[in-house]
């Protein structure tokens, strides 16, 4: 620790991250009118060596700045997943950005400190710069969401999304500042080791508790703290809904361990209780109301919030295999929901956002690939195999078993089931119905349509053989507690 | 006790060709997609076949064993065997498969070469139930099995085709989720492993067995489907396509009872004695009482739908008076329902194919103008009685005689289902077959072709076989279900 300025290498992806979201910035000032597709390619080509220098780096540990960020496995596994994840929303929505006329640098830099934010959320070290990066994360989310500004709905969303995330973040940041009163320490070891005194019957500790679950509940959509959820999913040009629905949940996600299980797993007994709560309201709330739904973006939204339960599932087992399900959960939803999401933008096109439920009637007579990739996500979804939502699943429910809490688990699987339903009523639409005479989608982005074909038949394949995608997020928490 | 991945080749290959036939899509008029299905269907019967001729019938041990590790942080394994009970039920899934892609040959009009790759991969998956060794490995077949059947019922359908398949695959799905639990929870019970084999051999305390016992009740009851979780069937046949009935009937509800002989009896022996009580009740209702419901219908598919719920009644009453006799009985008869069931419903897709009605009423005097297929329907109206000289005989008898062995009573109420099978099935065969033509269209039917010939003669000829020499079906059983129920009659409660 004490030359640990000269461990700045630990940090090189984040330094990357921001140079070159500067240098987007700087380049699309000057030759942004002419060239637009210079900062979309220069983007895309940050992202890329922001995974390499990520996966350069698996493997090795340590401090960089004075302990303020960390590398470990975990950070690297979840880093190299979150910029995935940001290429493939950069590579889906450039026919959709190009069509709207939003097709600007802005939309890039945003995007790249965005992912900034995740990845100081995954390597954070110490609680003010944790915030730091959720801010840096909402912040640049806020700002895309209402990024539409001639749409009413965009703003709206954008505006929700914005006080009720401040209001998230003051909630979170409370819980911290008890957190700082009750041991005297921003860094999260030494948080842990002062909080073995504390106890967990410590009023103030269980304040501090309740405040963080709040935020984090809030920032990740678990019910009850889901109301801004289905509103700014569908508000939001849906490549931004696509980013919103996988990168930030990895990131809350990685938070979470940072803040409850690194500094304060010594109070699981309490925040255990607060999760299986969020669990219970999450999984009826977000599989029950789904049903209800006619637009395809509400749903998913609401298909978010039951699946926030299920990974909360693996927070509440709260065992080395639970943190890893949790987490291999988180990673493999937000492989689900860029799929879903990307699909809605492939199909999209100017006027039609095909959105509706009954958009896609008859898809699978007009479109039959992209009815075979819509069957495929929504069973993934639905946890049914041989796909690899099917494996998300199993890891939790196998990890809450083990943690002896079944009564928890009979209820997932039934919510599984209630669940199965409203996925499958869009796969009744889109297969079973005959198709509507006028409906043009676009569908003719071959970017958007390979990117897609990948990501959806991975969730078929990594459902085959799944071994080593489970083995490379089990082994990232390996050591976590 | 050699392995030349047969078990795998008979999974795979149907699967891979299955959606190598979906990628030749509707070529040449679906001639291509029609003889490269035939192609990979009889290739997958082929590969079956040394199954039987290879097969040890002395050993209850597992034979053809494949065992690799798939997911090894969870100790899932890919863990394939056979024994005497899953061998019959390859077969006949393999060889189903053959016929149902003959029969679909003309009658299936739109999207031609995604309903023959929908029954292609079907048909891997359930060779995969039948010969899954590991239990996350037979929860994956078995759920997997349920999106082809899903698309086949919704995409081919009938009228009322979206509200049956939902039905059908939420009934379906719920059931089979509470199996998962119990997996997960056998699992860390038996040390960190899925092998069903490990399972049968950890020892389990009263009232976790019965709360497996339930779980896995509820699964297999559902597939079977057991009286009071039966009503998703008569929807799905009602609206299936012709084969999607056959392979619904002839082999779906074989994997629920399939689940009780491989799970149920084994891992939780102790409950099975003390909840056989509630079995043997559940079995005679769907016997006496489905049986009922049968005689009242007006529609034919929906009539052999419930007559095929009452059918597997004798099979679940078999299993659970533990005697050798019965169980190798309802094994003998899920076999002969195979066959039968596979032919009524084909039977009523020839009718069906000429005059787009299944309504009764409708028809009247067939048997004037299609004398082919009034004979050969006849024989599988005899097997679906029952008639000595048939398979239906050979499995009801032996259930019957082995439960009165046991428990008199049930014995003779179950004999009562005979009857009330003898009167739906002869009613439905008189009324269509017999009397004068009642109208033109009648009239104008043509007998059955040269394909549907091949097709329901095949079955006669195995509903014949399997009832008058029925001794080489029973010699593979034999061993096996002799070591099922020693398994059985042995506590697994510690003490």
Redesign the interface.
């Known amino acids: 620790m004490h030359n640990a300025l000269s461990h700045w290498s630990f940090a090189i992806p984040e330094i990357w991250v921001l140079v070159m979201a500067c240098v987007v910035l700087l380049v699309d000032v000057y030759v942004g009118k002419r060239q637009r597709d210079l900062a979309f390619v220069l983007t895309g080509f940050s992202l890329l060596a922001a995974m390499a220098l990520t996966w350069a780096d698996r493997g090795q540990s340590g401090f960089a700045f004075f302990g303020q960020l960390r590398l470990d496995p975990f950070t690297s596994v979840a880093s190299f997943f979150v910029e995935l994840l940001t290429l493939l929303v950069l590579l889906y929505s450039r026919k959709y950005l190009l069509r709207r006329g939003l097709y600007r640098g802005e939309v890039f830099v945003l995007l790249l400190f965005a992912l900034l934010g995740a990845m100081i959320l995954i390597s954070g070290s110490n609680l003010l710069v944790l915030y730091l990066g959720l801010e840096l994360l909402a912040l640049s989310q806020y700002a895309l969401v209402a990024f539409q500004r001639d749409n009413v709905r965009a703003t709206e969303a954008g505006l929700k999304y914005f006080i009720l995330g401040a209001l998230a973040s003051a909630l979170l940041l409370y819980g911290m500042s008890l957190l700082y009163g009750l041991t005297g320490s921003l860094n999260l070891q030494q948080i842990a080791v002062a909080l073995i005194n504390v106890g967990p019957q410590n009023f103030l500790l269980v304040l501090a508790v309740v405040f963080v679950v709040a935020g984090i509940a809030f920032k990740l959509g678990a019910a009850p703290f889901h109301m801004w959820l289905p509103d700014a999913y569908q508000g939001a040009p849906t490549p931004v809904t696509l980013f919103m629905s996988s990168v930030p949940k990895i990131a809350i996600f990685a938070l979470f361990l940072r803040i409850l299980v690194e500094g304060g797993y010594g109070s699981i007994e309490i925040w255990r209780q607060l999760f299986i709560a969020l669990v219970l309201v999450s999984l009826l709330i977000g599989n029950v109301v789904a049903i209800a739904q006619t637009n395809l973006k509400r749903m998913l939204a609401y298909s978010t919030v039951g699946n926030m339960g299920f990974l909360a599932l693996g927070i509440v087992a709260g065992t080395q295999n639970g943190l890893a399900s949790a987490f291999f959960y988180a990673v493999v939803y937000a492989l689900m929901a860029t799929a879903a999401f990307g699909l809605i933008v492939y199909l999209s096109r100017e006027g039609f956002e095909a959105e509706e439920i009954s958009d896609l009637r008859g898809l699978g007579r007009s479109r039959p690939w992209a009815a075979f990739l819509l069957l495929v996500i929504m069973f993934s979804l639905a946890g049914v195999p041989p796909t690899i939502g099917f494996y998300a699943k199993l890891a939790v429910f196998q990890a809450l078993i083990e943690a002896h809490f079944v009564w928890l688990a009979v209820y997932g699987v039934l919510m599984a089931v209630v669940g199965a339903f409203y996925y499958l009523r869009v796969l009744k639409v889109a297969l079973f119905d005959p198709p509507t005479e006028d409906l043009r989608y676009g569908a003719d982005d071959p970017l958007a349509a390979s990117v897609l074909t990948v990501n959806s038949v991975a969730l078929l394949i990594l459902g085959i053989v799944p071994g080593a995608l489970l083995a490379f997020c089990f082994h990232a928490l390996q050591g976590v507690l | 006790m050699y392995s030349f991945g047969i078990l795998s080749a008979a999974i795979w290959v149907p699967i891979v060709g299955g959606f190598l036939v979906l990628a030749l899509g509707d070529r040449a008029g679906g001639n291509l997609a029609r003889w490269a299905s035939l192609l990979v269907s009889v290739a997958t019967f082929a590969i079956t076949l040394p199954l039987l001729t290879g097969f040890d019938t002395q050993t209850a041990s597992m034979q053809f064993v494949e065992r690799i590790?798939?997911?090894?942080?969870?100790h899932i394994e890919y863990f394939l065997g056979i024994d005497g009970i899953s061998l019959w039920f390859i077969l006949l899934t393999s060889f189903l498969t053959v016929l149902v892609v003959i029969s679909s040959w003309r009658n299936v009009s739109s999207r031609l070469s995604?309903y023959l790759a929908a029954f292609l991969i079907m048909d891997g998956l359930m060779i995969g139930v039948f010969c899954a060794l590991d239990a996350?490995l037979f929860?994956?077949f078995w759920?997997?099995m349920?999106?082809p059947m899903?698309?086949i019922i919704?995409?081919w359908g009938g009228p009322r085709?979206?509200y049956a398949?939902?039905k059908f695959?939420?009934y379906t799905?719920?059931g089979s989720?509470?199996m998962?639990?119990a997996f997960?929870?056998l699992?860390?019970h038996c040390g960190d492993s899925f092998s069903l084999l490990a399972f049968q051999r950890t020892p389990l305390g009263t009232s976790a067995q019965t709360w497996i016992f339930l779980a896995f009740l509820i699964a297999f009851a559902v597939k079977i489907p057991m009286w009071p979780v039966h009503t998703w069937l008569p929807d799905a046949h009602v609206e299936a396509p012709t084969a999607g009935s056959v392979i619904l009937a002839a082999v779906m509800l074989k994997m629920g009872a399939y689940g009780f002989l491989r799970l149920s009896l084994p891992i939780t022996p102790d409950a099975s004695h003390q909840l056989a009580w509630l079995m043997i009740t559940l079995s005679l209702i769907a016997i006496v009482y489905i049986a009922l419901i049968a005689v009242v219908q007006k529609d034919m598919k929906k009539l052999i739908a419930y007559s095929s719920i009452a059918h597997m009644g004798y099979v679940t009453l078999g299993f659970f008076v533990f005697t050798q006799t019965a169980v190798e009985g309802a094994i003998i008869q899920m076999l002969s329902h195979g066959f039968v069931s596979a032919a009524m419903f084909l039977c009523v897709g020839v009718l069906y194919d000429r005059m787009h009605t299944r309504e009764i009423e409708a028809y009247g005097g067939v048997a004037n103008v299609m004398p082919i297929f009034a004979s050969l329907m006849m024989l599988f109206a005899m097997g679906n009685v029952g008639l000595p000289g048939t398979s239906g005989f050979v499995g009801e008898f032996m259930v019957v005689l082995g439960t009165y062995q046991a428990y008199p009573w049930p014995a003779i109420i179950a004999a009562t289902g005979l009857i009330t099978g003898a009167a739906y099935t002869l009613w439905l065969f008189k009324r269509v077959l017999f009397g004068g033509i009642v109208h033109a269209q009648v009239a104008a039917l043509n007998d059955l072709n040269g394909r549907e010939i091949l097709v329901l003669g095949s079955l006669a000829g195995l509903v014949l076989l399997l009832g008058v020499w029925p001794a080489p079906f029973l010699d593979v059983v034999h061993v096996s279900v002799a070591h099922l129920l020693q398994q059985v009659s042995v506590s697994k409660i510690p003490s």
Do not use: C, D, H
Request: aromatic content about 26%; charged content about 5%.
């Open positions: 590790p798939w997911i090894p942080s969870f995604q996350i929860y994956v759920e997997a349920l999106i899903f698309l919704g995409v085709r979206v398949t939902i695959f939420l799905f719920l989720v509470l998962l639990v997960l929870y699992y860390f």
